[in-house]
């Protein structure tokens, strides 16, 4: 289907790339610009900034808890931005939307950014604050059952190496992945995907703009052919943590999030992917606002209440 006509009716409005150099300082102080002031957003029971303390170093983490309870599942969040955007305030709304939805204790990480912080301080920081979490159980008042990560595009790719790390490390506390539209491959070959080609233009994200906006990342010392860094060139998928992978049909990165889904299916992995039609890369942080796009809150719920 088309793109639905809410987000096409926005997309209208923005300007055009001029391919002008990428600018990450200007770029983050207009993402902060767009960030609800406290009073505007969702309520929750409490949320609380932390340090997590880790072999990486202190990282910056903010818990959302939804309800009071005795006990939660823990959900670790990272969020997108090309490794070199977003921060703990620009994906608040998502992280608080996670944890109303589905119930459990939300830790966001404020991880550190390309290219200030070289490859693979951010995947270190993520995968820190998940080992942090598992050993500081009691005082989170974990139940001990759902250790689930979750992440947005670059946070997707963070969320399929932090489940490959700890499957490698054998931490096998992680219960669930869910990776939303993930950014999987950093060889941005125009032709190894449908749908680099399909939606190469219009529809926010654009296929020319992946190697620049991906550019800060790999020139800090990420390689594409590192498994840590394309998460879909590892070559044993088997053994990983049940997965959710979620897709939009106008979305350069589509094919290969589902390409990953299925690598997971065919190595054993019980692993759903679900695309949502008439919707574009960052949908979850955009335009979760649409009735039809606000159920991937719910969709993610299920999953992790799923026997």
Known sequence: MSIHPQIAEILSTLPAPDGSPLDPAAMRAGEAAQVAPPGDRLPLHAVEDLTAATPAGDVPVRIYTPVEADTYGV?????????????????????RSLAKESGHKVISVGYR???????????????????????????????????AIAGDSSGGNFVAAVAAKAHDDGFFAVTHQILFYPSLDLDFDVDRYTSLRENAEGYGLETAGLLPFNSFYLNSGADPADPLVSPIKREDL???????????????LRDEGEL??????????NTTVSRYAGANHGFVQNFAWIPEFSRVFQETADFLTQD
């Open 75 to 95: 959900l670790v969040y990272f969020h997108g931005g090309a490794f070199f955007l977003g921060s703990l305030d620009s994906h608040d709304h998502v992280a």
């Open 238 to 252: 088997a053994g990983l943590p049940p997965a959710l992978v979620i897709t939009a049909e106008h979305d350069p």
């Open 113 to 147: 950014l390309a290219p200030e912080a070289a490859f693979p301080a951010g995947l270190e920081d993520c995968y820190g604050v998940v080992r942090w979490a598992a050993e500081n159980g009691e005082s989170l008042k974990w139940d001990g059952k759902n250790l």
């Open 260 to 269: 990953y889904g299925q690598r997971l299916t065919e190595a054993g992995v």
